[in-house]
């Protein structure tokens, strides 16, 4: 289950997987990130864009599979994911849960929006 904290406000996802996506505010190409959500953390288990620049080359073992390069990062569970929101690149994140209805995040200017694990 993962918590969505922005502007005060909690909302609960009662999922352990979903998916992040966006488009890159510079080179206008698509990202999506696949996660994992347990008490232990938070962990990214594939990325996939859509290209490369702007510092966002893909890693070397990353392999183009349609259109998309698509690697594994090898990080770290982390505690919380924090997501700014400044309302200047024209759209948010895309947060879909398995078996629930995607959100958007971040469009609009505002705090930031922090998303973990939820803690009893």
């Known amino acids: 289950m993962i918590c969505i ?3 005060g406000k909690t909302a609960v996802m009662a999922v ?5 996506s966006w488009t890159h505010s ?11 959500a347990s008490p232990d953390g938070l962990r990214v288990i594939e990325a996939r864009i859509e290209g490369s620049g702007a510092g966002m080359d893909p890693p070397p073992d990353a392999v183009l ?10 990080v770290p569970p982390i505690t919380d994911l924090v997501l700014g ?5 024209g759209e948010g ?6 078996g629930v209805s ?16 939820c803690r009893p």
């Not at 510079?26 to 994992?36: D, S």
């Not at 929101?85 to 690149?89: E, I, K, R, V």
């Not at 994140?93 to 398995?98: A, D, M, N, V």
């Open 5 to 7: 904290t922005a502007a």
């Open 16 to 20: 352990s997987a979903f998916t992040l």
């Open 26 to 36: 510079v080179e206008k190409t698509h990202w999506q990130e696949t996660w994992t």
């Open 65 to 74: 599979r349609d259109g998309a390069y698509v690697y594994r990062p090898q």
């Open 85 to 89: 929101a400044s309302g200047a690149t």
């Open 93 to 98: 994140w895309t947060l879909c849960g398995e």
């Open 102 to 117: 995607c959100r958007e995040l971040g469009a609009q200017p505002g705090d930031a929006i922090h998303i973990g694990w």
